[in-house]
């Protein structure tokens, strides 16, 4: 009873207000805002959301915003306590591969072992299982050949995925490819047609290392995701979006309809699938 009174006091005190609020952060919750359209139209810019930290194990604590560690990383995968990886499909927090002070939030779309193809806005996975668990998890009209092998054509049917018919992606992946900062690599499939791209293929794939993440925006033709610079290792994945607790538009004007909803909520029900317009930039 007096350990109880004792913590009841310090909670409320200044250090202890703080101290709880920096453990809150370090190890369970962390807020987190959408800087960019690339997870329209399910995660909108200007979303304010708390991020669980805790659903991929549990991350080195960081300083916020100074983004500095505060303990080594003992077991070289960023962790204090590994936990099971991103399953395909799930939205992901994680640290930027090339700049780890920067946070992306993208939905898994490949683990270690997959191979990603995509071709004239179209995505395509060769899912590790084999043969056998694609057939059994996707109907048949979702399931492709390319190169004699099999794959999942679009396996997420998410309503806020979608891609641009004005937007001509390829133009912004041959700009990449000419200064060797493309990821994936082209290739050739005869399934696909005939018409072969400057680049040297009609599609582009690539191979997901062992415990590795290939992450792709929902905006599928406005995200500067794992086809420009390549997988997301597991040291890097922080955990997942959990519920949006402030939303405002361009314009300021405040989405009441989406504070308080769950990260999944957002991308399951129509009602909260907003189409705004996008910019011609990836991001």
Same mark, same amino acid.
């Given at each position: 009873?007096?350990?109880?009174?004792?913590?009841?006091?310090?909670?409320?005190?200044?250090?202890?207000?703080?101290?709880?609020?920096?453990?809150?952060?370090?190890?369970? /919750?962390?807020?987190?805002?959408?800087?960019?359209?690339?997870?329209? %139209?399910? +995660?909108?810019?200007?979303?304010?959301?708390?991020?669980?930290?805790?659903?991929?194990?549990?991350?080195?604590?960081?300083?916020?915003?100074?983004?500095?560690?505060?303990?080594?990383?003992?077991?070289?995968?960023?962790? =204090?306590?590994?936990?099971?990886?991103?399953?395909?499909?799930?939205?992901?927090?994680?640290?930027?591969?090339? %700049?780890?002070?920067?946070?992306?939030?993208?939905?898994?779309?490949?683990?270690?072992?997959?191979?990603?193809?995509?071709?004239?806005?179209? +995505?395509?996975?060769? /899912?590790?299982?084999?043969?056998?668990?694609?057939?059994?998890?996707?109907?048949?009209?979702?399931?492709?050949?390319?190169?004699?092998? =099999?794959?999942?054509?679009?396996?997420?049917?998410?309503?806020?995925?979608?891609?641009?018919?004005?937007?001509?992606?390829?133009? &912004?992946?041959?700009?990449?490819?000419?200064?060797?900062?493309?990821? /994936?690599?082209?290739?050739?499939?005869?399934?696909?047609?005939?018409?072969?791209?400057?680049?040297?293929?009609?599609?582009?794939?690539?191979?997901?290392?062992?415990?590795?993440?290939? /992450?792709?925006? &929902? %905006?599928?033709?406005?995200?500067?995701?794992?086809?420009? $610079?390549?997988?997301?290792?597991?040291?890097?994945?922080?955990?997942?979006?959990?519920?949006?607790?402030?939303?405002?538009?361009?314009?300021?004007?405040?989405? $009441?309809?989406?504070?308080?909803? +769950?990260?999944?909520?957002?991308?399951?029900?129509?009602?909260?699938?907003?189409?705004?317009?996008?910019?011609?930039? +990836?991001?």
């Amino acid at each position: 009873m007096n350990f109880l009174k004792k913590l009841y006091h310090f909670s409320n005190s200044w250090v202890g207000t703080i101290i709880i609020v920096l453990l809150v952060i370090f190890f369970f /919750m962390q807020p987190f805002v959408i800087p960019s359209g690339s997870m329209k %139209n399910t +995660l909108l810019v200007g979303d304010f959301l708390f991020a669980k930290k805790f659903s991929y194990g549990i991350p080195i604590p960081h300083i916020p915003w100074a983004e500095i560690p505060i303990l080594p990383d003992f077991n070289k995968d960023g962790h =204090l306590f590994k936990g099971e990886g991103p399953q395909r499909g799930d939205i992901v927090v994680f640290r930027n591969p090339r %700049n780890e002070k920067i946070h992306f939030v993208k939905r898994c779309v490949g683990m270690g072992g997959d191979k990603v193809v995509y071709a004239n806005k179209t +995505l395509y996975v060769r /899912m590790h299982e084999g043969d056998d668990f694609m057939r059994a998890h996707y109907k048949k009209e979702d399931l492709a050949i390319l190169g004699s092998e =099999l794959y999942v054509k679009e396996p997420y049917k998410q309503k806020g995925i979608h891609y641009d018919d004005k937007k001509d992606i390829e133009e &912004d992946i041959l700009r990449y490819i000419n200064i060797q900062d493309f990821a /994936m690599n082209p290739v050739y499939f005869e399934e696909l047609g005939n018409q072969i791209s400057p680049a040297g293929g009609n599609a582009y794939e690539f191979d997901v290392p062992e415990n590795e993440y290939f /992450m792709m925006g &929902d %905006n599928r033709d406005h995200s500067f995701d794992s086809r420009f $610079w390549g997988s997301v290792p597991y040291k890097f994945i922080v955990g997942a979006p959990w519920f949006v607790y402030f939303s405002v538009d361009k314009n300021y004007n405040v989405r $009441w309809q989406r504070i308080g909803r +769950l990260s999944d909520t957002l991308e399951n029900d129509e009602k909260y699938i907003l189409e705004e317009d996008d910019e011609d930039s +990836l991001s």
